[in-house]
Every structure is written in structure tokens, then in C-alpha cells.
């Protein structure tokens, strides 16, 4: 997948729901995604299309007639409303796996913290989030980022092994 655009949304300065905008740095990235992720993802679209033969089946007007090009569209094929997908959707996932509100944007840091937390390089981080620099990674994240000073200093020869570094009178 690749993130081509980014949806604006009412609360968004300037913006109207669900039109489609340039990203903040105007270039676009590749979305790695995971297997899982890209099956469950293949499977949403399997189903999608089925509901949607069924529906031409029916005849309803009111649906629409065409597959959206939305991967998760509203009953007209349009995207959801943000307010909606915090509320209705994300707020009650949280709730009913027993975590705290918090915002949805929550889940970039946590991808994020969770990704350098698993060893995964700064710098491949800094590409799949976005950021312009390493510097905007590394501030962010500096503290997520586990100390491997212990791990360097111990692959490090012992200082006793070195014979030109034995200390004088032994």
C-alpha cells in the first residue's frame, strides 16, 4: 500500500469532510504492513464485495452501485466521520478491552514506541512515521528508545584480555 493523500476532516482548519488533501511533507511513503494485516485486510474487501452483489441483487437504490474505493466506507461509500470512528467505534474498543480514553492519534505514538521498543532502527521509524528528519524521531521518542550503552560496552573486549593495556608494576 502506498499513502498517496490524507483525508481532512471538520476538524481540520479550513478543511471539509472527506476530501482528500496532499500529506504535511507533500511526498508520498510506502505503508509496510503485515501479513495478518494485509489477509484481514484482503478478507474486509472480500466481504465488502459480496454485500455489495447481494445488494445489486436487491435492487436498492440507496446503496451504492459500485464498490467504494474506500477500504472502510460509510452505507453511502463515503468515509466516516472522524467524530464517529472516535466515538462509536474507538472509544468502545478501548472500553471493552479495559483501557483508558485516550486519543486516537494515541495509537501513531504507541506504533511507534512499540516498534523501537522492539529494536527496530530510529531510522526505519522515522521512515514509516513520516518525520522529515531523525531529529524529529529521536526528540520524540528519545526516551522510548532502550539504552543499548550496557550491550556496547560489553562486547567490548575485557580491558584484562588487552596485554598492551596492562597496567604498569604487574
Do not use: C
Not at 3 to 22: C, I, R
Not at 54 to 73: A, C, G, V
Not at 104 to 116: I, P, V
Not at 151 to 169: D, F, H, K, T, Y
Amino acid at each position: 500500500m502506498t499513502a498517496v493523500s490524507s483525508l481532512a476532516f471538520p476538524n481540520s482548519p479550513g478543511m471539509t469532510e472527506g476530501k482528500l488533501k496532499a500529506p504535511k511533507n507533500g511526498k508520498t511513503r510506502k505503508v509496510d504492513l503485515s501479513d495478518a494485516a494485509i489477509a484481514a485486510l484482503q478478507s474486509h474487501r472480500a466481504r465488502l464485495q459480496a454485500e455489495l452483489l447481494k445488494k445489486k441483487l436487491d435492487d436498492d437504490d440507496k446503496q451504492p452501485k459500485e464498490l467504494s474505493e474506500w477500504m472502510f466506507p460509510n452505507s453511502e461509500g463515503k468515509p466516516h466521520s472522524m467524530t464517529n470512528v472516535r466515538n462509536r467505534i474507538f472509544h468502545r474498543a478501548l472500553q471493552k478491552a479495559g483501557l483508558h480514553r485516550r486519543p486516537l492519534h494515541a495509537l501513531r505514538h504507541t506504533f511507534a514506541t512499540l516498534l523501537l521498543h522492539d529494536g527496530v532502527s530510529p531510522v526505519k521509524v522515522q521512515e514509516m512515521m513520516g518525520h522529515h528528519s531523525i531529529t524529529v524521531t529521536v526528540n520524540v521518542y528519545k526516551h522510548r528508545i532502550p539504552s543499548a550503552n550496557r550491550e556496547a560496552v560489553n562486547r567490548l573486549p575485557s580491558l584484562a584480555a588487552i596485554p598492551s593495556l596492562a597496567v604498569a608494576g604487574d
